[in-house]
């Protein structure tokens, strides 16, 4: 393909991501030409650390501290946003963007809280504003939904969404080791943070589940929608259970896009084991697109990663380039208003509650009795012979039965004098699509 | 998103795909020009038979036996070619393209054997060649390989990409039911043709391999360098082999773009069950790409059926429509020579091979000496207690060795004294990315 188009384009941010998408410029940039016909240009690189060394070639040259010196060169019709949070990020892509200059951003916490502004911003001076590489790093999940689903409704999406988790779960599978020794672990791995409650509290997943449900439905999901539980009530003994009965436990965003309201929910679920998503591990990421035209499509990939999401960023650069260049429009995202919102409390679902009972006669019956007054059917209880211990786990698994009712009955499990600390409770989802209501 | 683009479409074809992109066309009109921008309007539909129902309700008028005049109309800048085969579909496509309309079509057959011909016609008058629908039906994996993936260099694709085989292999495997059988239930139940040999000889897998090496390698990879065997030799007796070992055995479409050229590969082979590929069951597809930037990524879905198909014949017109009104090129796909390419004799792997040797000794030693003559290293050996037959299944794992060698051996296996029917032979893919060389 002749190269017809170049294109000057800025990095703000000289870290891992930002230092991943310089570098593939360098080695890649005649391999992207080729295939793409278009030349991108590294014109400026800014960051507020010019000495600490990223492993890449770039001329020095390039480098600046003065990230809006950089945004406003006449040489640069594109800026990548990978500083990260919605602070010094938000400001400067609202500065770009009012500039007309078109941005390429993986910052999922700023899409999710500010998305609707900046896509404002972006309308207003006709700029584009892209983000393949907020989702699911290295797998083009965005591009998927956007363009090669574009003849589907999308009645429901299931996500394994954060690397950190999937890993963390797999990890106290497949070695039967607690959360906090796999979490330190991870951290030693660098597959954690220091502080990685923004992972394993589900925030970070939140985050791409707002973006997923705002393109499923074509409006924009605010995050608060969002009901967030994260992995640190998932023990070893509910991963056993979970086993065996068939199914893995999955930090698992699900989006319901349905005619009764777009409802979205973030917790730990259970997966079966005979399916694709139920078997993905470690950091690996995956996708679950519904869609009454192409049937079940599964994506799956890394999850994070310097390469995988540098690599999202140039597919983006690309796009904006030839758009760019065509004066075609640029994909808006988060125009309209809000959708009909669905309280979660209105999904029904299986359920997987577990319950610690003192281990002594009529206990089941009064946990049984527990559910039926809040008209919870049960579908199979398991209880193990009693160890040791004053309390033995009681599982039951219920019929599909409404959140709100599951909620209420499990603050009556936790008064009931005789157990055990608080009771558990996962979602079952058998990713069938049967609706949700 | 504001309907900025109105283009016109007409469909050559009305089967079971053309009908299912006249029937989004008429029910998600309104969806996908929100989504969009894009207003595909149907202008004309042509086939030769115009009374059979296709349980579309479409405009009686839109229908024509003239495909030539559907083309020509003034107000139709695309066309979806769906009629099928190399013939009057390889005519029609061409007199589109020279007349400047841009086409979207399916057909992996005509674009696996004459490719070059079709996009130097493109090339020729500007108009646009798009496939999204021509692999893996609903899943967009084209779009993902030249889009999502632009920034990486592709160093392999192992691909499931014919539901059909996959069906009868996932049938035989659960079941135990022989290859005969379980094809006669898949013709019953619509997933098998009348006459199958197209997708159980590894045909139409390969005319999908030599798409996809081609847009790996960005060069056109001729279909008679895809080296293709399909699944009438696979036996339950494998199967069962196969599974104990902890592997599948799929149908798969190996692509290797190595430094020291491209080789492409169809055949049954043993994949590792902990793999997702080894988890894909029944009618669906499978790709795992692996890239240097993004690393592998997988996408998964319906590889074939109306709406899959419709759905991914849709995705390209609403591309085609955005990049006509703007006046942008389209992308090119069989351009230049083709790639230096490397024999698949070449390939070194590990390989299953499975001999029935008479029950008497010395039998084993003679076939091991026969591997060791090829310089064909033995990983482990299973031979099972003695039944009644007079020959005994006896099993062969070894290490990696090239697949000349191992044909040699095979040959030599076979003139054996003493074997009972040919030897069978499987190539082992861990799926790591390991060069082949």
Known sequence: MT??????????????????VADLLVRHGDLIAERSGVRLALRAIAD??????????????????????????????????????????????????????????ANKALLAEHGVELFAAARHSGAGLYFEASVAGGVPIIRALRQGLVA?????????????????LTRMEEERAPFDVVLREAQAAG???????????????????????TLACGRPVPLPAVGTEGIRSVSNLDLDYARGLGYAIKLLAVIRNESGGVSVHV????????????????????VLVKGDASGDTIYCGPGAGRFPTAGA???????????????????????GDPPRLRADTSDRARWYL??????????????????????????????REARSEPHVPVLFLTHRAAFGAV?????????????????VCFRIEDLDGEPSR
Do not use: W
């Open 48 to 105: 507020l650390d010019l000495e600490r060394s990223r492993g890449v070639r770039v001329d020095r040259s390039l480098l600046t501290r003065d990230a809006a010196a950089a945004i406003h060169r006449d040489d640069v019709q594109v800026v990548v946003e990978t500083i990260g949070g919605t602070g010094a990020a938000r400001e400067l892509i609202l500065s770009a963007l009012e500039a007309g200059k078109t941005v390429v951003t």
């Open 313 to 335: 960023i140039v597919s983006d650069l690309v796009e904006a380039a030839r758009r760019c260049a065509a004066g075609a429009a640029h994909d808006d995202a988060y125009a």
């Open 3 to 20: 190269t017809a188009i170049e294109t000057g384009v800025a990095i703000l941010g000289f870290g891992t991501v930002g230092g991943g």
């Open 354 to 383: 577990r319950v610690m009972l003192r281990d002594q006669p009529g206990m089941l019956a009064r946990a049984a009795e527990v559910l039926g007054h809040h008209e919870i059917s049960i579908a199979s209880v398991v209880q």
């Open 191 to 213: 597959y954690a943070e220091a502080d990685p409650s923004l992972d394993v509290d589900g925030v970070d997943t939140a985050h791409k589940a707002a973006i997923l449900a």
């Open 152 to 168: 589907s409704r999308i009645p429901a999406i299931f996500g394994i969404l954060n690397g950190t988790c999937n890993y963390i």
């Open 407 to 423: 909620r209420r009955a499990l603050r009556e499990l936790a008064r009931m004098d005789g157990t055990g600390g608080p009771p």
């Open 267 to 286: 917790g730990p679920c259970l997966v079966p084991r005979s399916h694709l998503l139920g078997q993905v591990r470690d950091v690996f990421n995956a």
